[in-house]
């Protein structure tokens, strides 16, 4: 259950999300309306959430009957904060302030279609400072810890402006009886924005919550008003608190004809897979002399669609009813955050109670989300925003997958789709190939049908040691698989350059298709290898000395005769 509540359990039942006047996809947010304590939804939205937008550390102590405690720390001095049995932590980057700084972000640019490359410039923080950010990261080896950047590119205008805010981060949990440095998880959104005033009571932030307010420990993360509090239901979207009187950064569509490029300087290299929401991608990992990495991710944005099904339990179709009753109930570990009614265990008394689930987009569970609920809602998205981000992809070497693709150091390879849902972790490599499955709605809000794409970059020495591969060229064929095991039509790319495969498959439709990719190296052509002559032996002889000789071309020594 501790997986299945999380971070939102407390205030969903606080902070009122009626229908929102959003004039553009990127400034939706949950429509709830006043349906009462039956009311149920389900939303699948890999946008960013408020919890990401904020630095924290939280000192975590867990007993041997499950119950644990979590305080909010912004030190690690502090009574309840300076010998927990693990940190959990976030730490947004800060921009770089010098050649030698980590941990932080080094730059970010526009880069039009005719190739011409405009460098932003850093204009400020979203906040001075906010409630949670911390001292003492060093300890968690994490040198600082800051708040969302706003950067302005008057080269990429868009319908709000000039800005975008940057919000990247790292984070990590660190035992505090393990000396070694915690291995990090990196994410990094950008967003297109412009300033609304008068648009939250209050930031978002966690506050320690009282223990009369915990119910029990499973319902809740020990963390209070972590969404933000808007000042009217008919408020749009707010991606970061702009300021503390009110004013929020409203998300805008990022503008045609451009890409965009990050740099963050990082003191160790990320391990594994980044999962991406953009599309043609290209990266580059450059070590800084003695320690850390510089990643630059260049790509463009993508629209991913949002699912979402919601309701009085009295307008509900039997199939969704039925999914409520039996998949959500039994869903364990597989649900995403949920709250409602019973604080302590929403899957109780599902049919009288409120309950708004935040299914995670990737896995097994949320793909037959969209297979099994599909026709309830229309096949048809309720939005579909454009995205421009990456995160590290849960490790999955649990689940057998192959060492080539999870063992080792460094940065292993990006996955990118704008499918709605994908599979969990990295591709899978079975019978010499690496397959990806991914499920959307057939169709787009204005009813238009939903294409897919899908990149994946590949550090090359990873499909060499997949196929057993020499240092000769790859190239590789990829299929895009639907239900009925039929290879659809699809735009498809291949390329390798500095080390990383870069491959592509774009225009295929859904709903729960597999993509596939297999990878080939030709023969290499060898010099043909020459023929060895033949070797004869002769016998010369002097006088009564004889004496045998071979070679190819055997001649006798001087004074020495072949008899």
């Known amino acids: 259950m501790k997986k299945l509540v999380s971070i939102f359990t407390l205030i ?42 904020y630095s924290y550390l939280w000192a975590e102590t867990y007993l041997s009957n499950g119950d644990f405690s979590r305080y909010i720390c912004t030190n690690m001095t502090d009574k309840n904060c300076s010998a927990p049995e693990v940190y959990t932590y976030q730490a947004l980057l800060p921009k770089c302030q010098s ?47 800051s708040n969302p950047s706003i950067w302005d590119i008057p080269e990429a205008p868009h319908a709000g402006g000039i800005s975008y805010v940057v919000v990247a981060g790292a984070g990590g949990r660190k035992y505090l009886n393990d000396p070694a440095a915690p291995d990090q998880t990196i994410f990094a959104y950008l967003m297109p924005i412009s300033i609304r005033s008068n648009a939250l009571f209050d930031i978002a932030k966690c506050s320690q919550a009282e223990i009369e307010q915990n119910l029990t420990v499973a319902a809740n993360t020990r963390c209070t008003g972590a969404d933000f509090a808007y000042t009217s239901g008919s408020e749009v979207r707010c991606v970061a608190a702009y300021g503390t009187g009110g004013a929020c950064l409203t998300p805008e569509k990022f503008p045609a004809g451009h890409s965009f490029e990050l740099k963050l300087r990082l003191s160790k290299e990320p391990l594994g897979w980044f999962h991406g929401r953009i599309t043609d991608p290209e990266i580059s990992v450059i070590a800084t002399g003695s320690k850390g990495v510089v990643i630059t991710v260049k790509a463009n944005p993508v629209q991913v669609p949002i699912f979402l099904s919601a309701g009085k339990w009295s307008d509900l179709s039997t199939n969704t009813k039925s999914w ?20 302590d265990d929403p899957r109780k008394e599902i049919p009288t109670s409120l309950v708004e689930l935040s299914q995670y987009p990737y896995g097994s569970f949320a793909m037959n989300i969209i297979k099994k609920l599909a026709a309830d809602v229309g096949d048809k998205s309720v939005a579909a925003p454009s995205v421009w981000s990456f995160k590290t992809l849960k490790n999955n070497s649990a689940s057998g997958a192959n060492q080539c693709i999870v063992s080792g150091s460094g940065l292993k390879g990006i996955v990118t789709t704008n499918s709605t849902t994908y599979s969990q972790g990295a591709p899978e490599f079975k019978s010499g190939e690496l397959s990806y499955k991914v499920a959307s709605l057939h169709n787009l809000p204005d009813g238009s ?15 060499r040691c997949l196929y057993k591969f020499s240092k000769a060229p790859i190239s590789a064929t990829i299929q895009v698989i639907n239900e009925s095991g039929v290879n659809q039509v699809a735009t498809t790319t291949v390329n390798e350059k500095s080390g990383w495969l870069y491959l592509s498959a774009k225009n295929f439709t859904f709903s729960s298709p597999t993509v596939r990719v297999k990878l080939i190296q030709e023969g290499a052509v060898s010099s043909p290898t020459p023929a060895v002559a033949k070797k004869t032996t002769i016998t010369c002889v002097k006088g009564k000395t004889s004496k045998k000789v071979t070679a190819v071309k055997p001649v006798c020594p001087n004074g020495f005769k072949k008899k």
């Open 12 to 53: 969903f039942l606080s902070i009122t999300t009626a229908a929102s006047a959003a004039s553009i996809d990127e400034q939706w947010r949950l429509q709830r309306g006043d349906y009462g304590a039956t009311h149920k939804s389900i939303q699948i939205n890999d946008g960013m959430m408020p919890l990401e937008t």
């Open 449 to 463: 049908e939903f294409k897919g794409t899908y990149d994946l970059i590949l550090n090359s020495e990873v499909a």
């Open 99 to 145: 050649s030698t700084d980590l941990d932080c972000i080094e730059g970010l640019s526009s880069v039009n279609t005719s190739g011409l490359k405009s460098s932003a410039v850093f204009k400020q923080y979203n906040l001075e400072k906010h409630p949670n950010n911390y001292t003492g990261g060093e300890k968690l080896g994490i040198s600082q810890n």
């Open 324 to 343: 409520w009753l039996n998949d959500f109930v039994n869903c364990s570990e597989d649900c995403g955050p949920a709250g409602g009614t019973n604080a």
